[in-house]
């Protein structure tokens, strides 16, 4: 099977062409000249007109947590229907994080995330692991993990005590055996122990809002944490460090020192945190702000926290956008945390909108097209060794969206919404810009407004090495 998708605009991390991408199969074969398929007599089995539209490499979130069983309850969003989700926003891979906590094995963990996402999944996917219990059984597992299943990132916590919570021992061994390996630590950077006795003071006041999830989440505890995992990075190695969900300047502060000494450090932030803040939506009336309770806490506007993620993303500071999409409903998840902000599950979900979100930074100056490409698409793929993604060349995989830069996007559970959730945390957002065409290895799954892929179409990644620095 051939596909043709012609006359559009061909993006990429450094530039943009007129040109059509001839597609044989799963993968691209060529990218011709405008009219060369004609001249050269190709006659494709199909066609997608991208005329006046951009033609980039398919999303890629490197951060999602489908089915995640988190604050008493469970992610609302199914690999099913997040994937599907994810797709409708043109994002054709995801890489989703299997969970193991203290005392579990690590092995078993990765199977119970494969079987739930085995056969469910509309797009491609890969897995992190989650090691929540760093010890000599899981430290032997994270090795076996990188040489055998195509996993070469972990997440640590220096959160939440007593759930994922690592002590800086822990974290310093599972540093240097993925120094070793040459893989990947992501880390969760707050200071968990810290924030409990924060957060325990805030409730004896009686303060129970969701707004004190932030207060007492302060950035001091996130730049704080950032800093130690940069220097137990340093310790073991200059072992490759990737920051998550990072929302306070103050961190990114950090973050760019520690590239500036030349350390291996790299930073993601998220749409909510250059969108979304404390005063206009956390701080929202009743319980309205335990929609965007999430850790990182979503910070002060007038801090101007969001206007630094900005300049950080601008100057790759911040390397990636990524979702940490984890949709929980208000209803009977939220709900959790009536009378009290600790108990409210932490999590927004946003996998269908970055692509929109982020192209909105295009049109109002804050990025170029060619970087909402880089920090979307591109980067995240070469940072997570999805080797054949993020690019349209000759050999990748076709993973394609076609944007109509002139369609118009609004977003809300009443007008654009596929996530599993009882409201958005976007809702009543309009972006210019559209999701006109996605393709998935060559197939198309979402056209004309429809979803037209298939739940299964979607294969485990297996990933290599991160190839950003080499
Ligand atoms: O609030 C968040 N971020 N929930 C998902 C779990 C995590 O820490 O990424
Ligand atoms: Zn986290
Ligand atoms: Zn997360």
Redesign the pocket.
């Known amino acids: 099977m051939t596909v043709l998708v012609q006359n559009g605009t061909i993006l990429s991390a450094t530039g943009r062409r007129a040109g059509d991408v001839l597609i044989d199969g799963e993968s691209i074969a060529a990218i011709l000249a405008p009219g060369q398929a004609d001249a050269l007599g190709i006659a494709p089995d199909q066609k997608v007109d991208a005329t006046d539209k951009y033609v980039l490499p398919g999303g890629i979130d490197v951060?999602t947590?489908m089915q995640?069983p988190?604050g008493g309850t469970e992610a609302s969003d199914t690999f099913e229907t997040g994937t599907i989700a994810a797709a409708w926003g043109g994002v054709t891979t995801i890489v989703d994080?299997a969970v193991q906590s203290a005392g579990q094995n690590v092995h078993e963990c990765l199977a119970e995330w494969h079987e739930k996402a085995d056969g469910n999944c509309a797009i491609d996917y890969g897995f992190h692991q989650i090691i929540g219990g760093v010890d000599e059984e899981s430290l032997k597992a994270m090795t076996y993990l990188v040489d055998n299943e195509g996993i070469t990132s972990f997440k640590l916590?220096m959160?939440?005590p007593g759930v994922?919570y690592s002590d800086d021992g822990q974290i310093l061994r599972a540093m240097q055996n993925a120094s070793e390996t040459g893989s990947m630590i992501m880390m969760?950077a707050e200071n968990g122990i810290a924030i409990d006795v924060l957060v325990a003071q805030a409730l004896a006041r009686g303060e129970t809002d969701p707004k004190h999830h932030s207060f007492t989440r302060p950035a001091e505890m996130e730049s704080e944490a950032t800093h130690r995992a940069i220097q137990l990075s340093k310790i073991a190695g200059n072992v490759p460090l990737y920051i998550?969900?990072m929302s306070a300047a103050q961190a990114l502060k950090e973050v760019a020192a520690a590239q500036h000494e030349g350390l291996n450090v790299f930073a993601e932030t998220c749409p909510q945190y250059l969108y979304l803040s404390l005063e206009e939506h956390l701080s929202q009336p009743g319980f309205e702000g335990a929609k965007w309770?999430?850790?990182?806490p979503l910070r002060s506007h007038h801090e101007g926290h969001q206007r630094d993620l900005w300049k950080g993303l601008r100057m790759n500071e911040l390397a990636v956008v990524s979702t940490?999409h984890?949709p929980f409903c208000m209803k009977e998840q939220k709900e959790l945390g009536v009378g009290d902000f600790s108990k409210i599950p932490?999590?927004?979900g946003g996998v269908e909108h970055r692509m929109e979100l982020l192209y909105q930074g295009v049109v109002t100056g804050e990025l170029t097209l060619e970087r909402w490409v880089e920090t979307c698409s591109t980067t995240p793929a070469r940072m997570f060794g999805l080797d054949k993604k993020g690019v349209i060349e000759p050999g990748a995989d076709a993973d394609i969206l076609v944007w109509d830069p002139n369609g118009h996007t609004k977003i809300g559970i009443d007008d654009k919404h596929h996530m599993n959730m009882d409201h958005s945390a976007y809702e009543g957002f309009e972006v210019d810009g559209k999701v006109d065409t996605v393709l998935s290895r060559g197939t198309v799954v979402v056209e004309n407004d429809e979803f037209i892929g298939r739940p299964g179409h979607g294969r485990y990644v297996k990933r290599g090495l991160s190839t950003y620095l080499n």
């Open positions: 951060h947590h995640l988190f994080f916590f959160a939440y994922f969760h998550v969900h309770v999430c850790s990182t940490d984890c932490n999590g927004i």
